[in-house]
């Protein structure tokens, strides 16, 4: 990437004040800009930053009024928070783009890609799958036979999804996820060994999906584990078979959610969680970091936290009592 | 996978009532089967579902008396739940066959293969490594050299295996484990930095093991880290560097179980569970979720939870006061 | 690996006694070791096993003095415990040379490739990357373009590098590990729904880092996610978005750095561990296996522990009241 003031004024809109062709070609904080770097100014706590920047372009608010000089170059937007947003999205969109065709790879011949599909080199695309419109797959994924996977999704290097999975449009899979290996599912005999449950179902990902790298999504026994239109799951979560996560839930890195149990939308999960199996979440719960859930949450909107969880703020209260103890005789 | 009603009753030596030639290719729990799925029922309290399935066929006890209307065809066999189990285990075993042998993959000339071995794409076998027979290797998978892989083995897509390993017969890797990396281990110098042990030692896995997507099995500073028979473990755990895992024990996701130390036999551990170095862990212990053992467990079958772990009834009488402690002044 | 006594004694500058061409090709701890191995002995509270040890040849202080006959051979050196670290090192470095430059990858034409670079099977490099000398670059790796990785660094199987990072020298990258995926990053919209935040910034990694198997590190929203010189972090573990990891601090497996936190130098930090986001760590804290840090850590080389964490000590004497009450009616 590189551009100028009056390229990014051209493509946010905006007006350049100082040397229009000042070149960037990195993003740096206000209070860490240096030359060549572009820098954002929005919050007014920082402005003290504005005046010793060493950013070569500064975007700031069309009503900021500076009261000594600044050394940047400004480009004025309605509102530069959401000018960088914008930008942002125009440079990872722009960087996606213009990639070569199908790599080094075994595609079956019965597999149907779409449109403007991109695969990078060695990947399996097994019989029968179907990929959508201007889906990219890159280095190292293996996709298994039958399955479906939308438009516009991106996966990510080291990617393996299993045979029969259904994925949705604008789905984003992040290096190194699983997508469909077996349930944990084993019954002991009475000689204390285990006898495995074979686990032929599948995982069925709805559009707009996020699931972060190293995580694992096993598949249901019979039926579908169910990840809901818009749910974001951070990197090395485990959710387990005949798991639903409800839409737009979203739940942070190294968080695991055992058999059969349902998450309802809406809910905020933190990092380091369990949930046990075959229990109810309601919608929109607020699990604290490093928390255990094992029964029902029943009324929506509660915040929890504790080993095992109770609402947040009774576990808050007991908690100072407990600190407390450590100073009595 | 599409059977009959008439096929299935063959396959289980059961009595077909109704259409025998109802069709089925995928399987629907007796709540929610739909045309073209096979339900079975054998739990009582479902029995008001039975007259109400859209299922095309259902599985159910030869000595089931409807007391309404059936809509699907029936099959009956001595015990439904069994017959369940051993349908799915048939066509499991029907979906890994028939497959072609040798990838676009790497093999050394000194590796020997067994009979029947099947190996994916872009797969590396190094020198002098031994397959059994009828070991599955899927694509994109690294054996390091020198490594013996026992009969009837699975190692799935992205599995890492390091040289010198030694892993039984019957064997599942799931997708995306590490057999053999680097122990933790680390000497601090007197200025603050860290001085590598090396780790010369391999792991052992023994017969009938199966080992979760995403885990990390170390391999030994010197001698070996020990899997023993049976033993399960689900994804993204972390077995760490000379530790022995006993027979048929049991670990759910996110459990790390720290260096040297040592679990016994038939032990059923939870998920995100701590077991820290240098400690046993006597046979048929059971430790809850989210817990962390920090000293030997000496007593067998006792069960342990909370951080660190007590035993399991002690902890919850202390954390009913604990909550209570909310409540008060 | 296979050595003589008399190899093994001018490789550490020391004496042999017995028969000198005694081999061993794999190492035994001296209550092990058997025919075929080298056992070494220095802690004088093993000394009675040095007397039934079946090894071929143990390696022992120069000054010690047997009480009774010994079997294996002796390899006397000024200090045993040194010297066999000294020879495991040896055998490491000795596994890791004369391997074959280049196999069946895709290397990109502008790709700079340092001295004796050895690249494995199935792995791609980006335009415009830069590998410095004598780095090992293992089977199915893939990175991204414009990335720059230095001298004598190891990246192991199914690793997985994005464009654009900066890697130092004597980096050791374990298999399956990530560095550079985006952040978990999302800004939730009136709906409901998330809207997701562009992550163009990168990961730094200092000298002499290891990172572990299947560990993710996120690149920055702007500018770099930094792991410092002489960092040692273990499986399994998430550095999220804009962390900072101060110089020579470790990490056990499965622990969680949220965005924009920053851990001082020296630090020590367990297991399953939780450090909530945007929170200062002092240099040479400790924090114990399991805990979670919620606010920041201001004084130095303090140790932590419990959820949310305060301080070791105080932990354990209000843990020790709250097990007492589980005795109390």
Redesign the interface.
């Given at each position: 990437m590189e551009m100028t003031a009056k390229d990014l004024a051209a493509a946010l809109g905006g007006t350049v004040e100082g040397n229009p062709e000042a070149k960037f070609s990195?993003?740096?904080?206000i209070e860490?800009g240096k030359a060549g770097q572009l820098s954002f100014f929005a919050n007014p706590k920082y402005e003290h930053f504005v005046y010793t920047s060493k950013a070569s372009v500064l975007l700031v608010n069309a009503d900021f009024q500076p009261k000594e000089p600044v050394e940047p170059t400004l480009v004025r937007v309605p509102n530069a928070y959401d000018g960088m947003?914008k930008l942002?999205?125009l440079?990872?969109a722009k960087?996606q783009k213009c990639r070569r065709h199908r790599?080094?790879c075994?595609i079956a011949w019965s597999a149907k890609l779409g449109r403007s599909v991109w695969v990078?080199?060695?990947v399996?695309i097994g019989k029968n799958c179907r990929i959508g419109d201007c889906t990219r797959i890159?280095?190292?994924v293996?996709i298994g036979a039958g399955t479906t996977i939308g438009k516009n999704c991106i996966i990510?290097?080291?990617v393996?999804i299993?045979?029969g999975m259904v994925i949705g449009d604008r789905v984003?899979l992040?290096?190194?996820c699983?997508i469909g290996?077996?349930g944990?599912g084993?019954v002991k005999l009475p000689d204390?060994?285990?006898e495995?449950?074979?686990h032929?179902?599948n995982v069925v990902i709805g559009n707009?999906v996020?699931i972060?790298?190293?995580t694992?999504v096993?598949r249901a026994q019979?039926?579908s584990t169910i990840i809901e239109d818009?749910v974001?799951i951070?990197?090395?979560c485990?959710i387990?078979h005949n798991v639903v996560v409800g839409?737009?839930t979203?739940m942070?890195?190294?968080t695991?959610v055992?058999g059969s149990a349902r998450l309802g939308?809406?809910c905020t999960i933190?990092?380091?969680v369990?949930v046990?199996g075959h229990i109810k979440v309601a919608d929109n719960s607020t699990i604290g970091?490093?928390s255990?859930i094992?029964g029902n949450i029943r009324k929506p909107g509660e915040t929890w936290y504790?080993?095992?969880a109770?609402l947040h703020?009774?576990?808050l209260?007991?908690?100072a009592?407990?600190?407390q103890?450590?100073?009595e005789d």
């Open positions: 990195s993003f740096g904080k860490h947003a942002m999205k440079v990872a960087e790599g080094r075994r990078g080199d060695f399996t890159y280095d190292n293996t990510y290097p080291g393996h299993f045979p984003i992040h290096a190194g699983i290996d077996d944990f084993n204390g060994s285990w495995k449950i074979e032929l179902g707009d996020e972060g790298s190293n694992t096993d019979m039926e818009g974001r951070d990197n090395l485990q387990a839409k737009n979203a942070a890195a190294l695991g055992a939308e809406g933190a990092g380091l369990g046990v970091a490093h255990l094992i504790g080993n095992p109770i703020k009774d576990y209260k007991a908690y009592k407990f600190k103890s450590a100073n």
